[in-house]
């Protein structure tokens, strides 16, 4: 038994050589390259245009989302829905407003609907489901009465509790459209100068004319600067 013992450790000891020979195991190995000075790995950056995905708000603005009651939509604008049934708001990308109310659908197209919460255009009608025509009702013997949309409070009070969103969506709307006017800027410029169908007088008036047009546009105050923010009653 002894002996049988003493070969078998015998027949080990050439793995043990093998394994003792083995160099250890390093970051390194794992990299595949070598370390950097200081010898730390520096975590992966974050994506930059995560913020910009479809379909995803920065948590400070997803929390503000949240507290207003809108409803982010795919087109990247913001529902809101009166929890009175009053009235039903679309906040635009560029911090604008289009309001409609709850026997209307909301038509951006018709912009004589009823401006910064006035009547609308045409007269106001509730569908009376029984006999399937719109007849006149309170609201809107109110609006031939007074002449004035009696929503026009909350409307007012939606405004301005979400008056920091919509500005905080419009200095981005701007800053976006400025940064795609200066990227192409350059090759409009480059296009102006290199016709030389025109004289060089006439080139440097349009390059100049195309830069007074940078300016006003930057001079543009954003949608949200009136309260009115481009109200239609639809």
């Known amino acids: 038994m002894g002996r049988q013992l003493a070969i078998a450790l015998l027949g080990l000891l050439p793995l043990a050589a093998v394994a003792q020979a083995e160099p250890p195991h390093t970051i390194e190995d794992e990299l595949g390259t070598p370390l950097p000075a200081g010898g730390r790995v520096a975590p992966s950056p974050p994506r930059a245009n995560a913020a910009s995905l479809p379909g995803l708000v920065p948590s400070a603005e997803r929390d503000a989302v949240s507290d207003l009651g809108l409803v982010r939509l795919d087109d990247g ?4 829905a ?16 289009m309001f ?7 038509s951006p197209k018709n912009r004589a609907r009823g401006r910064v919460g006035g009547l609308p255009a045409e007269g106001a009608r509730a569908l009376n489901p029984f006999v399937g025509i719109r007849v006149a009702g309170p ?7 007074t002449r004035q949309d009696p929503y026009a409070a909350a409307k007012a009070g939606f ?17 976006a459209r400025l940064g795609s006017q200066l990227r192409a800027l350059p090759r409009e410029l480059l296009e102006l ?11 440097r008036k349009l390059i100049f004319q195309r830069w007074d047009e940078c300016e006003e546009a930057v001079g543009d105050e954003p949608a949200v600067s009136s309260a009115s923010a481009d109200v239609d009653a639809a």
Request: aromatic share 12%; net charge positive.
């Open 100 to 106: 409609a109310d709850r026997w209307r659908r909301p």
């Open 159 to 175: 405004l301005l509790r979400t008056e920091d969103f919509r500005r905080s969506l419009a200095i981005g709307f701007v800053k």
């Open 193 to 203: 100068w290199s016709d030389r169908k025109r004289s060089a007088a006439l080139r």
């Open 77 to 80: 604008t913001f529902a809101f």
């Open 82 to 97: 009166d929890p009175g049934a009053r009235f039903t708001a679309v906040v635009r990308a560029d911090g604008s407003v």
């Open 139 to 145: 609201l809107e013997w109110a609006l031939a009465a």
